[in-house]
């Protein structure tokens, strides 16, 4: 008989944050297919689980896929986790996964903690609807381009970033999706967790006057979508301003935000000036 392939969600920092059921597993399984087995075997060492672990990782995944289907199909029960979080979000493990389903083996989830879902029962925003985006393109051009195609979604936006590359992303979310409320999520359920939330140019502000930045970071953004907004337009541009926008950039945030043509909005903006 073969598998099964239990799927297996492991802290995000604190290791008192994993399941009964999850430990259970991982002293049970035949073998654990991990990104990184040194930093698997802290996990396993902190609750005294000594079973093989067999690296799997995006460099490696399309070679051991077989491997590990092969282990599978002899009837082997395989737990796959991820570094940190929950296996398959932002990390390895979907060709393993497909795999399986189209042999007839059982994926057997383990449910467990997540980066996005911890950042967003914290943050504050809106939760009805959401939108994971994983990591932005790491070169601005391309990471503009992506928030353009995400500015009118209404839900709440949700990505990963790197701590080298969260201002210039921040200031990427602020020219294309103009002065909205961020939450900016670091070192999750660690020692130094925490949490930085208002208009994304105070944010940044704030993150870029440190200099050097470490930890892991989910980047939360309000939600998108056209607001009913009633205040007068040049009113609207002058608070845009005051968050950090220049002239320019705050007349096409409240044109975007209005459904307005620039320059409906500069032309009411102008008959305000003495």
Known sequence: MAGPLYVVGTPIGNLEDITFRAVRVLREADLIACEDTRQTRKLLDHYEINKPVI???????????????ARLM?????????????????DPGYRLVTAAIESGIAVVPVPGPSALLTA?????MATDALFFGGFLPAKSG??????EGLQTIPATLIFYEAPHRIVETLEDVEQVLGPRQVV????????????????????????????SI????????????RR??????AEA??????????RMDAIKAVARDRGLSKREVYDAVQVKQP
């Open 55 to 69: 690296s799997y990782h995006e460099h490696n995944e399309a070679e051991r896929t077989p491997e590990l289907m």
């Open 74 to 90: 002899a009837g082997a029960a395989v737990a796959m986790v991820s570094d940190a979080g929950t296996p398959l979000v932002s």
């Open 120 to 124: 967003l029962a914290a943050s504050g």
């Open 142 to 147: 391309q990471r503009r381009r992506t928030l």
């Open 184 to 211: 900016m999520a670091r070192e999750l359920t660690k020692i130094h967790e925490e949490f930085l939330r208002g208009p994304v140019g105070e944010v940044r502000e704030q993150l870029a006057a440190r200099g």
């Open 214 to 225: 470490k930890g892991e970071i989910t980047l939360l953004i309000e939600r998108g979508g």
């Open 228 to 233: 009913v907004d009633h205040r007068p337009l």
């Open 237 to 246: 541009v002058e608070d845009a301003e005051r968050s950090g926008l220049s």
